[in-house]
């Protein structure tokens, strides 16, 4: 019979960091709000600038805010983005998941 595996503690902590970042960002935009969760920063910078002990690690950060409602035109450079049938399929990968996403 397979033995359950024990995660270190880091990785129970990411993890469970995780769960609650989501039930965040679900939160937010309940009440209006925009979230974006974001990894690959220099965590050494952002422990240096928020001055965060050495003993933390930071496993994801979360913006918040309200969407911007101005015009177009001055709006920030948008980056190209993937049509929604190149990154999300159906039950296997290449399988298209149906017309309403694209």
């Known amino acids: ?7 270190r503690v880091q990785s129970w902590s990411f993890k469970n960091t995780s769960i609650m970042a989501q039930t965040f960002t679900l939160a937010a935009t309940s009440h209006g709000l925009s979230t974006c969760l974001m990894e690959g920063y220099d965590s050494r910078r952002v422990r240096s600038v928020l001055n965060i002990p050495d003993r933390y690690d930071i496993p ?4 918040v805010g309200y969407e911007y409602e101005g015009d177009d035109d001055n709006a920030a450079h948008r980056t ?4 929604n049938n190149e990154v999300f399929f159906a039950d296997l990968f290449g399988q298209e998941i149906g017309k309403d996403l694209q």
Do not use: E, Y
């Open 80 to 83: 190209p983005r993937l049509k």
């Open 60 to 63: 994801l950060m979360c913006g």
């Open 1 to 7: 019979q397979p033995m359950p595996t024990i995660d």
